[in-house]
């Protein structure tokens, strides 16, 4: 059984539901995704997926057993009709295949065409449903620890002694072994996030011994000893600025990379760069990246260039990315080699140039720019220009820039759009700057 990343979209391109199935391989997973949607939908991601934590694993392994159980329950209550096991499957098709949706505090695992069980995110914990997405905790079936003691076949989960074997079919693993990874020695991200000075972020000698006492494993670190609010405020800021976000569930800070080497250079270097600061990475949210992705009519051949791709929150909004991308249309430039090399995992090696976009090698030629440049000094109105001479006659930018006084004054009158940003819009990103959405074509 594997898992696969599901999205669709409706005729307008909006995202109208995510998920998360199970199927034997792609094939079967392509029929079940196909079977979901509605008439006005279209499937525009069905990927294998692998869980990003212990808690996501076991939840996985949960869908898993519970879509076994169903399955083998059809077949067993009409196996009298003449019907092979797989033509009973397929003919019950809306009552057997499980989804996972996620929510902000439970997550449904759901069977067929409606609701069945929800999990709480914060302990695991299994309840069923009262109406589709209303929890019932008047009935609670164990938790994401003890599903091998339960048959989740029937109408209603009942315990049952040795009726399903542990589920292990997924499981999480942090990293890829540590001596794998090579940290860069020199790139032109760290040479420029060290000289601008901004972002830097000490290391004092209580916070040194903390974090040197601290268990890493892969890309996750555990802190061993009981912090005092202030102590956890300065060690968080450290770990913050390596780029850790802090997991709940798992209880540990979770980075992009195997964690041990960068944290020992930090430590012995007595700072850390901060390389969402330094580098101004203000990462686009999603609603402003549909919308920026919106504002341009894109065709079968329009070349695309996003100059500071990023994370990708972008380029995830253009339709069909990967077929475009295969056929040497969407193009990037990031500084970062961490996001780089995320880039590369979606668009493919040719398509994705590492550097500083005002000095890399970016041939003209581009039908269309989509770019979110980084806002501090101006740096935006550099970054846009530079952005503007890569088009083609009749090409197309749009871009996210800060709304200044400099900003107004080199590109309102030449706009034929400027929508402004409710105030706060980036705040999640890490900063209060406010900005607009600006349009530019080149006659």
Sequence with gaps: MKAYKIEARNSE??????????????????????????????????????PESEQQAALFNFAALFQADKAAYMVKHHGGTGRTPTEIINIHIGAWPVKIVYG??????????????????????IYSTKAYGVIHKGHHFGTLETISEWYWGDYRAYKAANVNPAATAFTFSTSEPEQDFT??????????????????????EDVET??????????????????????????NKV????????????????FPRPISVVLSD???????????????????????????VNLVSLTGSSKILEPEAGTGNILEHIPKLQERAALGLVNVCELDPYRAAELRKTLGDSNVKEGDFLTADIPQGFDVVLMNPPFTNGADIKHINHAFSKLVDGGVLVAVCANGPKQRAEFEESADLWEELPEGSFKQAGTNVNTVIIRLRKK
């Design 210 to 235: 903390i974090l040197r006492n601290a268990e890493t494993e892969g890309n996750a670190l555990r802190i061993t000893e009981e912090l005092d609010r202030p102590s956890y405020n300065k060690v």
């Design 183 to 204: 940290e860069p020695e020199s790139t032109q991200a760290t040479e420029k996030a060290t000289s601008t000075g901004r972002g830097r972020v000490s290391v004092s």
């Design 239 to 254: 770990l913050a600025a390596l780029g850790g976000k802090w997991n709940k569930a798992q209880k540990v800070h979770i």
């Design 104 to 125: 902000r505090k439970y997550i449904n695992v759901d069977a067929g065409g409606s609701g069945a069980y929800m999990v709480v995110k914060e302990t695991g914990d």
């Design 13 to 50: 391109n909006k995202k109208t539901r995510k998920c998360i199935q199970f199927a034997d391989n792609q094939e079967e997973s392509d029929k079940l995704a196909e079977y979901y949607i509605f008439s006005d939908e279209h499937i525009t991601l069905n990927e294998e997926t692998e």
């Design 266 to 292: 930090a430590l012995d270097a007595g700072q850390v760069i901060d390389t969402k600061k330094a580098l101004g990475q203000f990462d686009t949210p999603s609603g402003v990246a549909q919308r920026v």
